[in-house]
């Protein structure tokens, strides 16, 4: 029965196995969090990140429609795992539409340049670079609030105030709730929630080298043809946490494997590896992996917030040591 739910016949117990362990790791770590031992406090704060990263990447199946046969199942599932990522002030559809664009125009595609604006307000770059260089994500926190706040503030977008607002009194009854256990779920959250934009934002820093357009908000343009297949494949990069040991790329759902997904988009999460090695052997011309870029992560931590590199960029000649990478492109900031 709840096989035929699935797209995939060999897609039930990999699916299951995840959404598992979100809702546990999701339970398990808040009771960690409001707990009054120590290391349940710490185990909590990585349970609670790391469930939000999974879940973050189930969306990410859901927007491929890679999970369920059904759209709406996508659309019902990805709802409540954005409650678990604490982005349900976007809607699915706005999530699912940004990331689509993503694909088929092969660039960035947004509705402002961030880093435009933030020229203009030398005060708050400067804040968030002193920040950012205490690897506090600064720059993604912004980017995650501005989907709560353009709502109000730009007309495109005012028929989301209204999820806006009752999410904002769902989420504060909720933490509320929490606090009414144990305060220290007002510092030990943040934390965790801090944790999760880290690794979701390593994950995205260097799997591109794309251009950005402001045209989400309107009709796809010229720059929708301006680049083939062959541009794509040349400008993706797999970030992998492991070649040694592959069953590491499962801590992030093998969202590593990116230009297997790019070429095979429809796909699921746990085929990616297989198709991996099928589709490219070991040609790594575009795989990058760990132990460079963090060394890239660290070094650009600051100057990243403004940097967009080049296509085309010839980053294996280092490993990516001086791939600066771009921040800011999360498909779950939906703006």
Same mark, same amino acid.
């Given at each position: ?27 398990? *770590?808040?009771?960690? %969090?409001?707990?009054? @031992?120590?290391? #349940?406090?710490? $185990? /909590?704060?990585?349970? &609670? ?112 105030? *209204?999820?806006?607002? %009752?999410?904002?009194? @769902?989420?504060? #009854?909720?933490? $509320? /709730?929490?606090?009414? &256990? ?123 917030? #403004? ?29």
């Amino acid at each position: 029965m709840f096989k035929s739910l699935f797209r995939y016949d060999d897609a039930l117990w990999p699916n299951v196995m995840a959404l598992g362990y979100v809702l546990f790791g999701y339970g398990f *770590g808040f009771y960690g %969090l409001v707990s009054d @031992l120590m290391v #349940l406090n710490v $185990i /909590g704060v990585v349970l &609670v990140a790391h469930s939000m990263v999974i879940a973050a990447y189930l969306i990410h199946e859901c927007a491929h429609e890679s999970l369920f046969k059904d759209r709406r199942y996508n659309r019902w599932y990805s709802e409540l795992l954005l409650w678990v990522c604490g982005s349900s002030y976007s809607s699915f559809e706005d999530i699912k539409h940004k990331h689509n664009r993503h694909h088929s125009d092969r660039a960035d595609i947004v509705s402002f340049d961030f880093r435009t604006r933030l020229l203009q307000y030398p005060k708050t770059l400067k804040l968030i670079r002193l920040l950012e260089w205490f690897y506090i994500p600064a720059l993604e926190i912004m980017m995650h609030a501005l989907v709560i706040v353009l709502p109000f503030v730009k007309p495109s977008r005012k028929q989301r105030r *209204g999820r806006v607002v %009752l999410f904002i009194i @769902l989420r504060g #009854l909720f933490f $509320i /709730g929490l606090a009414s &256990v144990s305060l220290k779920v007002l510092i030990l959250y943040p934390v965790a929630y801090m944790l999760f934009l880290t690794v979701m934002r390593f994950m995205d820093v260097h799997q591109h080298t794309y251009e950005l357009f402001e045209t989400l908000d309107q009709k796809r343009g010229p720059e929708a043809k301006l680049r083939d297949r062959e541009f794509e494949h040349h400008n993706t990069y797999s970030n992998l946490l492991s070649e040694r040991y592959p069953w590491l790329n499962l801590f992030v759902l093998n969202f590593c494997y990116h230009n297997v997904h790019h070429d095979q988009q429809a796909q699921p999460w746990y085929r990616l590896r297989r198709l991996h090695e099928q589709m490219y052997g070991h040609d790594e011309r575009q795989v990058l992996t760990l132990r460079h870029l963090i060394k890239s992560y660290h070094r650009y931590r600051v100057p990243r917030i #403004l940097n967009a590199d080049p296509i085309n960029l010839d980053v294996k000649h280092d490993e990516g040591e001086t791939f600066i990478g771009v921040d800011g492109v999360s498909f779950l900031t939906a703006h």
